[in-house]
């Protein structure tokens, strides 16, 4: 597995990966409804993700030629990480979450944040984030609750 910068010509397959994750994990959690889905379907199709090149660094993680996961840097904030379902639980996303935390602190960002998905809030916990409480999220109209986590580098 290698993980690099992601090239616009990636951007359609980025958002089938994120797709994929939204609608067979994130949609059973239970943790969100069929409107909170539709918004965040909404803002990861391909043009949303070539867009959102523009002012965050994308990366993934391919396996050959294949994408099977990604994760995007804004300033210090993590943005964006999914990794490909049935590829889940194997440490790709443990690997994912070094690699920016070695170009944050190469880029002297000092520390990293992120608002987190109610299932990766253990994921992060456990890799040294500390949670700072829920947080109210605006994700198109929709307006969900995350939980806010942050690293010092
Ligand atoms: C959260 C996520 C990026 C982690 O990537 P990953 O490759 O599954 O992570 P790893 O294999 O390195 O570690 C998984 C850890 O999370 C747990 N985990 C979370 N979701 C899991 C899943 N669907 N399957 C298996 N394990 C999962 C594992 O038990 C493991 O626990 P550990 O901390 O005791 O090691 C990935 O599961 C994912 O894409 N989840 C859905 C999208 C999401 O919520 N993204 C986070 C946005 S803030």
């Known amino acids: 597995m290698q993980i690099i910068k992601a090239k616009p010509g990636q951007a359609q397959e980025i958002s089938d990966l994120i797709k994929e994750v939204v609608n067979e994990v994130l949609a059973r959690t239970g943790d969100y409804d069929d409107f909170e889905i539709g918004e965040w379907l909404k803002r990861t199709t391909a043009e949303a993700i070539e867009e959102k090149m523009q002012s965050r660094e994308i990366f993934v993680a391919v396996e050959g030629e294949k994408i099977i996961g990604t994760i995007a840097l804004e300033n210090q904030r993590i943005l964006g990480f999914y990794i490909k379902k049935e590829l889940q639980g194997k440490g790709i996303g443990t690997e994912m979450l070094k690699f920016v935390e070695n170009y944050a602190k190469e880029n002297k960002f000092g520390k990293l944040d992120m608002t987190s998905t109610p299932i990766a ?22 307006i969900m609750t995350e939980t806010k986590l942050e690293k010092q580098l």
């Open 121 to 142: 809030v253990e994921f992060y916990k456990k890799r040294g984030y500390e949670d700072l409480g829920k947080v109210r999220v605006k994700l198109g109209e929709a």
